[in-house]
């Protein structure tokens, strides 16, 4: 059998509904949810295909498969099946888990065939490309004396694209046009 849990752990591992854990490290946060996906399977009677775990890191998703792995293990035999969907059930980052959801739906998500998650490094390097692309695009009247400084255009996207969720909050909430908006910023500004 696997070790017991605490009873903190087991009663997370129980509940029925929705639950956040908050504990320091080494507490055993990974090892309870390692069993609660093993209570979804044995328990609920979900396949490994169906429990959806989703983590920080690569490095944080292999450990959680290991350790389900290993709890699986410990336990009775006849869960071979279940051993070897778990190799592919998603347990992952949120990219790996958006990236699997887009290669299940190509034509909604409209992403084509062969794409892939670009790494941290290799993100910045695209979005400050496409930063520059779309800047060198954009009709010269935008910027200097009559309109919002280039400098101050470049890095006012670049943290709107560094935070893409409340860019979209604030320019939801910009009035009527960008333009008077953007005049008014740059009276802030300037
Ligand atoms: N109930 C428990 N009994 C004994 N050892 C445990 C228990 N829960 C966790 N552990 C062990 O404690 C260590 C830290 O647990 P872990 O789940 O990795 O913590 P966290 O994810 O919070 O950092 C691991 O070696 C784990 O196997
Ligand atoms: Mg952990």
């Given amino acids: 059998m696997p070790r017991a849990l605490t009873p903190e752990q087991q009663a997370v591992v129980d509940w029925p509904g929705s639950a956040a854990v908050t504990a320091g490290a080494g507490t055993g946060k990974t090892e309870l949810m390692a069993e609660r996906f093993a209570a ?18 690569d490095a944080a998703a292999a450990e959680l498969r290991s350790r389900i792995r290993r709890n699986l293990q410990a336990r009775a035999a006849g869960l071979e099946e279940q051993l070897a969907e778990l190799e592919a059930a998603p347990i992952g980052t949120l990219h790996s888990l958006c990236k699997r ?21 290799e993100a910045a390097a695209w979005i400050a490309e496409q930063l520059d692309d779309a800047l060198s695009t954009t009709d010269a009247a935008h910027f200097g004396r009559d309109g919002v400084p280039f400098s101050l255009a470049r890095e006012a996207l670049r943290a709107f694209l560094g935070d893409p969720l409340t860019a979209d909050l604030a320019l939801r909430q910009v009035p ?15």
């Fill in 40 to 57: 979804h399977l044995l328990r609920d009677g979900f396949r490994p295909l169906q429990v959806v775990a989703v983590t920080f890191t």
């Fill in 101 to 121: 959801v887009c290669d299940e739906h190509p034509t909604h998500a409209e992403v084509a065939p062969g794409s892939r998650v670009l790494d941290e490094g």
């Fill in 176 to 190: 009527d046009g960008l333009d008077e908006w953007l005049a008014r910023c740059q009276t802030l500004f300037t």
